[in-house]
């Protein structure tokens, strides 16, 4: 059975740093796509970065490249979203996911291609 859960949401500043963490189960990192996405309020989820660690390739929002990083633990069974110079329009709820199928693209990082969700983690930046 494919779980996930994140962790590492909180209130900071503009400008600080998070790193989220998505702790995953029922499946191989290296098999699958993995994406994180957000959900602001009143807006639709979207994606934040996407890979395919098998290919080493990885995919990230315009808003968010070279300023987020995702990176894996195979030890630990964990997707790590690192985030930095975080600004007041990053806030949302953050979701890791994954799809059924491991031939997926998945790199197009959007929400409908994805299957099994975590239940978010709520990042709020302050100006």
């Known amino acids: 059975q494919v779980q996930l859960v994140e962790s590492g949401g909180g209130l900071v500043q503009s400008g600080e740093s998070l790193t989220l963490s998505c702790v995953a189960s029922?499946?191989?990192?290296?098999?699958?796509?993995i994406g994180w996405f957000r959900q602001a309020p009143g807006k639709e989820r979207e994606g934040v970065s996407c890979s395919r660690f098998n290919d080493l390739t990885t995919h990230y929002a315009d808003s968010v490249k070279g300023r987020f990083t995702i990176s894996k633990d195979n030890v630990k069974k964990t997707v790590y979203l690192q985030m930095m110079n975080l600004r007041p329009e990053d806030t949302a709820v953050y979701y890791c996911a994954t799809t059924n199928d491991p031939m997926d693209y998945g790199l197009d990082c959007i929400p409908d291609d994805y299957d099994h969700w975590g239940q978010g983690t709520q990042v709020t930046v302050s100006s």
């Open positions: 029922g499946f191989s990192l290296d098999d699958y796509p």
